[in-house]
């Protein structure tokens, strides 16, 4: 299973970008979906996820500005980025993980065994 994330781009404080990720196909059955981002100089760090039925979890940094969500028949997942700070400045990669039994979900890189390349998001005046 391949992960392709596309839409970064430089912005400046305040805009907005809409991020996407598509599988190559199907990993499990059920599987949930995540974003991570590493900032220049970090460790990888835990954005959001959605489960399979679509329940979302962020980390608290972006709770109110960003919102995942997916279409489970496209194989794709999306990040709508708004009021961007420039702290969200990052190589934002998605991945998949799975099975998801009982709708399961994790904030957890090691949960996770499917990942994207990443796409780069600058956020600056």
């Known amino acids: 299973v391949q992960l392709q994330a596309s839409g970064g781009g430089s912005v400046q404080p305040g805009d907005s970008l809409r991020l996407s990720c598509a599988a190559s196909r199907r990993p499990y059955s059920r599987y949930y979906m995540g974003w991570f981002r590493q900032a220049p100089g970090k460790g990888r760090e835990f954005v959001a996820v959605?489960?399979?039925?679509?329940?979302?979890y962020y980390a608290d940094f972006v709770k109110g500005r960003f919102t995942i969500s997916r279409d489970n028949d496209k194989n794709s997942m999306y990040l709508q980025m708004d009021s961007l700070k420039p702290e969200d400045t990052a190589v934002y990669f998605c991945?998949?993980?799975?099975?998801?039994?009982?709708?399961?979900?994790?904030?957890?890189?090691?949960?996770?065994?499917?990942w994207g390349q990443g796409t780069l998001v600058t956020v600056s005046s």
């Open positions: 991945a998949a993980g799975g099975p998801a039994l009982d709708d399961g979900s994790s904030s957890f890189e090691d949960d996770y065994d499917h």
């Open positions: 959605i489960a399979w039925s679509g329940k979302t």
